[in-house]
Nanobody, 124 residues
Framework: QVQLVESGGGSVQAGGSLTLSCSGS????????MGWFRQAPGKEREGVAE????????YYADSVKGRFTISQDRAKNMLYLQMNDLKQDDTAMYYC?????????????????WGQGTQVTVSS
């Protein structure tokens, strides 16, 4: 059974930093891609960053490029998102996801399993 559990969310002032973590079950070792998505109230879920678990190749949404860094520790089944220079627009519920095929960059259909989310709130 695939389980993904996010942690590390919280409240921070604009310009601050947070690191999100995602703990995966052993079944996530077979995933092809893992990613971070976010959803703000009243908005659709959007991709933030993803990593090809085999090659380590990464892709970022333009809105976070240069500020966020996705990384993995495959030995520990962990996925991370380092978020720097946070902005109020980054406020959202952040979700970790894992998938077995790649449909396209930050494409929702690439992902089969989702965590419950961790809230990030950025204040001015």
């Amino acid at each position: 059974q695939v389980q993904l559990v996010e942690s590390g969310g919280g409240s921070v002032q604009a310009g601050g930093s947070l690191t999100l973590s995602c703990s995966g079950s052993d079944y996530t070792r077979s995933s092809y891609v893992m990613g971070w998505f976010r959803q703000a109230p009243g908005k659709e879920r959007e991709g933030v960053a993803e990593i090809a678990t085999g090659t380590g190749g990464t892709y970022y949404a333009d809105s976070v490029k240069g500020r966020f860094t996705i990384s993995q520790d495959r030995a520990k089944n962990m996925l991370y998102l380092q978020m720097n220079d946070l902005k109020q627009d980054d406020t959202a519920m952040y979700y970790c996801a894992a998938g077995y095929t790649w449909v396209g960059q930050l494409h929702l259909q690439s992902y089969n399993h989702w965590g419950q989310g961790t809230q990030v709130t950025v204040s001015s």
